[in-house]
């Protein structure tokens, strides 16, 4: 798992600027990622091969109720997800109340803390940090968030001690079986539909270890066929801890995604789809995630009810058209079987390796079913196809004037190549190159 780095400190020292640098980095896969609650965001970032996910918490000290009342939920709820905290201060400001109130609670926490001094441009370090070592948090690191002064050195250090990551941990065939994460916002039914799904299949073993953040594994048994469940809604330890805390976790939540084969994302046919939502199963495309959805609750809905959420949901979640629609009741049971075949054809169709052969052979059955336009007096053209990678799969196609390429032809191509692979569940990406 990506160490996660939480910026800590008053409105205005720096942490979205701060955060935006730290996430933009070339080989970020989420820049920006907008948290469920309105004051935390999410981001990823890389930095000399290491992967890291940045939280920034935001609204500390801007709630009316005083910094007290705010630290006591948002920040520490996104302290406690973290593995380092950076508690920004403003050199031009100088220490505030604020400041020390923060770094009251930081000190009682047990969290890995970095005092990073903001806005040190034109200033000399040294004056810049002196008069925060009054905090006892140990050095001051100067730094300019808006320029990159010193913000590389400083997250390499922070880095330091977290080991590079290993190759991908999942092979693509493997004797633990799919591994299917069940993801959604909070309440939608998804410890309805883990309990439901395991209910009646073989629980292999199960370690509750692990720590709060931790999305639990289940591997089990189904008609022989082992899969893994990655429970992200913390349904098997209610007995041992108070949930409402820990329930909904977002870090859980990125890290379900990226540690499973395919996604079930619940929606919630009583709420219809909301904002939540989308942000989730943003997150789940961009990570190229094979995925099934599953609108929950379909149980006592009126037919016409049925009809008006059925339509809806297809117009709204047509950016995501490849992945299978269910209509399920985790409570009762109905079509929740129905999961496991759109389950296994979006894991073979991520994980499928074609010839060059193959997909040169449809691009030019394509080509000749329909052929691209003309450009600058010359067509343009297709000649050979590839497959660049899987999961999800790429396809690349050499031409000439492959850049001229209208959309609506790439669409076409996409679409074809498609259906005639029959690939469900799983995005495909294209990319074209021109050879000579
Ligand atoms: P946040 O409320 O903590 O997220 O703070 P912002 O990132 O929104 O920054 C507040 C203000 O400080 C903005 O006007 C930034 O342009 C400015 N700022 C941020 N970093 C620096 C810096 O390194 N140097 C200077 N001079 N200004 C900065
Ligand atoms: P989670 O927060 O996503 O894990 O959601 P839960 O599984 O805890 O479910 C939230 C609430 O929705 C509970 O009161 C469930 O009983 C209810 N619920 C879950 N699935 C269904 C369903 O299929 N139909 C109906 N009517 N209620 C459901």
Request: aromatic share 6%; hydrophobic share 40%; net charge neutral.
């Amino acid at each position: 798992m990506n160490p996660v780095i939480a910026l800590v400190g008053r409105p205005n020292v720096g942490k979205s600027t701060l955060f935006n640098r730290l996430t933009r980095s070339r080989d970020a896969i989420v820049a920006d990622y907008p948290g469920l609650t309105r004051d935390r965001q999410y981001g990823n970032g890389v930095l000399g091969g290491k992967a890291y996910t940045v939280i920034d918490t935001g609204g500390i000290g801007e709630e009316e109720a005083g910094i007290e009342a705010a630290m006591a939920d948002q920040s520490l709820l996104a302290i406690d997800e973290a593995d380092i905290v950076l508690f920004m201060v403003d050199a031009r400001a100088g220490l505030m109340p604020d400041d020390e109130a923060i770094a009251n609670h930081l000190r009682v926490n047990q969290k890995k803390t970095w005092l990073v001094v903001n806005k040190s441009d034109g200033m000399q370090e040294e004056v810049a940090g002196a008069e925060f070592w009054a905090l006892g948090l140990g050095d001051p690191h100067p730094i300019a968030a808006a320029h990159g002064r010193n913000v590389t050195t400083l997250i390499e250090h922070v880095l330091e001690p977290f080991p590079e990551p290993e190759e991908e941990a999942h092979p693509e065939l493997l004797d633990e079986g799919i591994r299917i994460g069940i993801v959604g916002r909070p309440n939608v039914g998804k410890s309805t539909l883990v309990n439901r799904l395991l209910g009646e299949e073989r629980v292999v073993v199960y370690d509750e270890a692990g720590t709060t953040r931790d999305a639990i594994e289940i591997p089990f048994e189904r008609r022989g066929r082992p899969y893994v469940l990655i429970d992200t809604a913390g349904v098997r330890r209610r007995k041992n801890v108070s949930l409402t805390a820990e329930k909904f976790s977002i870090i859980k939540t990125l890290e379900a995604i990226k540690e499973c084969h395919v996604a079930v994302m619940v929606l919630d046919a009583r709420t219809g789809l909301v904002e939540q939502d989308l942000h989730l199963l943003d997150f789940v495309l961009s990570s190229g995630r094979a995925l099934v959805l599953a609108v929950n609750k379909w149980d006592g809905l009126e037919a016409d009810v049925k009809d008006k959420m059925r339509s809806e949901l297809k117009r709204r979640l047509g950016f995501a058209d490849y992945a299978d629609l269910h209509f399920i009741s985790a409570l009762h049971g109905t079509a929740v079987g129905d999961l496991y075949p759109s389950i296994e054809r979006a894991f073979a169709s991520s994980t499928t390796r074609w010839s060059t052969n193959r997909l040169t052979n449809l691009l030019h059955d394509a080509v000749s079913e329909h052929q691209p336009p003309m450009v600058n007096g010359r067509r343009i053209k297709l000649r050979m196809a590839h497959q660049g990678g899987a999961n999800p799969p790429l396809i690349v196609v050499h031409g000439n004037q492959t850049d001229a390429l209208p959309e609506a032809y790439k669409r076409y191509l996409t679409n074809t190549f498609r259906k005639v692979l029959k690939v469900r569940g799983t995005p495909m990406r294209f990319e074209f190159r021109s050879g000579r």
